[in-house]
């Protein structure tokens, strides 16, 4: 039934050249050809512009868009502006896909407004895994739209990452990604998942993130990093409006973020602020793991750890916890 709509497949692109060639050969190679490649140029002052316009020449379905650097959220609001296919999945130019991602991913869509999931495995530069496949029993899991967010927040069959999934490009109607934010995606696929009529979760590991350790996210504590206490206060204030019997789950993300971007922030002086915001919300969302079914253990060794005091969580959270 969905078999001949076209797939808009959007990727930011700043300064990927050592990457991007692997990353845009995956989807050009996939078993669905009926997509489209979106390419934005957000700035790149490397080669990557000229290996997107080498693609360009040789594949019709390649397009490239060329901004001014404004980070991955305004790349990604410009694709979704330029892309005339009916469903869109977002792609980072450092990763890469199985050659069956859109297949499986279209072979999933059970309504016009379903968001489909499927897995991924974290790879290094050498294209190691650093992670391990886990399979389920059944192939494919339907979730309502509840379900799903549920399973967002508590991070476990699917994750808050904006890649890894297919959307119908009319959720993207009235949403957009937060300009110039960090952690643009936890504070956006929560509202996509509501627009659901389901939520389907393929047993399939389709994606390859790399784990590069210089990225933004493994990178030391910068003031940007404190964008995750707006991203949290107006992601449990829009599940009490919309799911209210999940305001905990959602408390439960909001206390793992925060206390990872907490223990990242160096205990001295200069950031002595940074650290008295982040632990004011870490000490009000910590109960939460206590209160819901499914909170991962580190969450609640975390939240137990947190009752010490902050001198003991900063000493002992990393080695109990991790970030």
Same mark, same amino acid.
């Given at each position: 039934m969905y078999i001949h709509n076209l797939i808009s497949v959007i990727i930011p692109v700043y300064n990927v050249e050592k990457y991007l060639e692997?990353?845009? *050969?995956?989807?050009?190679?996939? @078993?669905? $050809?009926?997509?489209?490649?979106?390419?934005?140029?957000?700035?790149? %002052?490397?080669?990557?512009? +000229?290996i997107c316009e080498a693609f360009i020449k040789k594949d019709k379905r390649f397009s490239v868009l060329t901004k001014e650097n404004g980070g991955l959220s305004s790349a990604r609001n410009l694709g979704l502006k330029k892309i005339r296919g009916k469903y869109v999945t977002f792609v980072d130019s450092d990763d890469y896909l199985s050659e069956? =991602?859109? *297949?499986?991913?279209?072979?999933?869509? &059970?309504? &016009?407004?379903s968001i489909v999931c499927s897995k991924f495995l974290l790879v290094d530069e050498n294209g190691v895994f650093l992670s391990k496949r886990q399979r389920i029993q059944e192939k494919k899991l339907i979730f309502s739209k509840e379900e799903g967010i549920k399973e967002i927040l508590l991070q476990n069959k699917m994750d808050h990452s904006a890649w890894?999934?297919? =959307?119908?490009?009319?959720?993207?109607?009235?949403?957009?990604?937060?300009?110039?934010?960090? #952690?643009?995606?936890?504070? %956006?696929?929560?509202?996509?998942? /509501?627009? $659901?009529?389901?939520?389907? #979760?393929?047993?399939?590991?389709?994606? =390859?993130?790399?784990?590069?350790?210089? @990225?933004?996210?493994? @990178?030391?504590?910068?003031?940007?990093?404190?964008?995750?206490?707006?991203?949290?206060? &107006?992601?449990?204030?829009d599940i009490v409006n919309t799911c209210p019997e999940l305001v905990n789950y959602a408390k439960n993300r909001a206390f793992s973020a925060e206390a990872g971007i907490f223990l990242d922030v160096p205990n001295t002086k200069a950031f002595e602020s940074s650290q008295k915001l982040l632990w004011k919300e870490v000490r009000e969302n910590?109960? /939460?793991?206590?209160?819901?079914?499914? $909170?991962?253990? +580190?969450?609640?060794?975390? /939240?137990?750890? @947190? #009752?010490?005091?902050?001198?003991?969580?900063?000493?002992?959270? +990393?080695?109990?916890?991790?970030?």
């Open positions: 692997k990353c845009l *050969k995956s989807v050009q190679n996939q @078993s669905y $050809a009926h997509f489209e490649v979106i390419l934005i140029n957000d700035g790149s %002052t490397d080669s990557s512009l +000229k069956h =991602y859109l *297949k499986h991913f279209v072979s999933g869509i &059970e309504s &016009e407004k890894g999934k297919l =959307y119908p490009i009319s959720f993207f109607e009235n949403i957009t990604f937060p300009d110039g934010k960090l #952690f643009e995606d936890m504070g %956006t696929t929560y509202k996509l998942l /509501a627009l $659901a009529n389901e939520v389907v #979760f393929l047993d399939e590991y389709d994606y =390859y993130y790399l784990q590069q350790p210089n @990225s933004i996210m493994n @990178s030391s504590f910068n003031l940007k990093k404190l964008d995750i206490i707006d991203m949290s206060k &107006e992601m449990i204030k910590r109960y /939460a793991p206590f209160l819901i079914k499914g $909170a991962r253990l +580190k969450n609640k060794l975390g /939240a137990i750890l @947190s #009752f010490l005091g902050r001198r003991f969580f900063l000493k002992l959270g +990393k080695q109990l916890v991790g970030k």
